[in-house]
């Protein structure tokens, strides 16, 4: 069954710094989707993306976040400066017929210290 | 309550018998979805039903939306200790694409 397969599945990060978390879609789906849990929450919405733009962003996704689509396959979530509050668990999602079918990926576990 | 709150939020069960988990929102719907999560994994998605029905069936899973009431069930019949996870309901936003998660309910199936 196709999958959402996202790397790394834990990252550790020094406040300040930039990561980037990396995300493989199913490949003959167009909607992406960044969700994020932070510790025993629910989980957020972050950001929509479709047709190479952001379709919808929440109001977590300030300017420190940014969404990219640098080639056919991937769609990546950076974090220009890592504040301690932005340790969670980061899932991708994507879809073919938008909110009706989405996959969930097993989600990127980052520990901002 | 916000969008998506269910409850309740824990709830421990023998194998064998049944769970109901409930779950309401406040906004008009297109659909609602259950997911399931397995400690500090990804989100599995469960069951999706429409505004326009009212009940569906998926193996063990029963999913009832009243949406005169703005609620949903999640019932699993005949629990496993396989079962023992959180279980999130999830609504639409109207004319966006997003989901709007609940609370979850963490469900602990003895065996």
């Known amino acids: 069954e196709p999958e959402v397969t996202q790397t790394p599945s834990h990252q550790v990060t020094q406040m300040g710094q930039e990561v980037i978390l990396r995300c493989v879609p199913i490949?003959?789906?167009?909607?992406f989707y960044w969700y994020r849990q932070i510790l025993g929450q629910k989980v957020e919405f972050l950001v929509s993306f479709y047709n190479n733009e952001i379709s919808e962003k929440s109001e977590i996704f300030d300017d420190q976040f940014s969404v990219e689509r640098p080639d056919g396959s991937n769609f990546t979530l950076k974090i220009r400066s890592t504040k301690l509050e932005d340790s969670a668990m980061y899932f991708c999602?994507?879809?073919?017929?938008?909110?009706?079918?989405?996959?969930f990926g097993s989600g990127t576990r980052l520990t901002v210290v | 309550s916000q969008q998506g709150e269910e409850d309740p939020q824990a709830l421990s069960i023998q194998e064998g018998e049944n769970a109901t988990m409930n779950c309401s929102y406040k906004?008009?719907?297109?659909?609602l979805q259950w997911y399931r999560q397995n400690s500090g994994r990804g989100l599995v998605h469960l069951i999706l039903i429409r505004s326009n029905e009212r009940e569906k069936h998926s193996g063990r899973l029963r999913v009832t939306l009243d949406t005169s009431k703005k609620s949903s069930s999640l019932l699993i019949t005949a629990s496993r200790a396989a079962d023992t996870a959180s279980y999130f309901c999830?609504?639409?936003?109207?004319?966006?694409?997003?989901?709007?998660f609940g609370t979850g309910t963490r469900l602990q199936v003895f065996p």
């Open positions: 490949s003959n789906h167009l909607y």
């Open positions: 999830a609504t639409d936003a109207g004319n966006t694409d997003k989901l709007i």
């Open positions: 906004t008009s719907i297109n659909n």
């Open positions: 999602a994507s879809s073919a017929t938008g909110p009706y079918g989405y996959t």
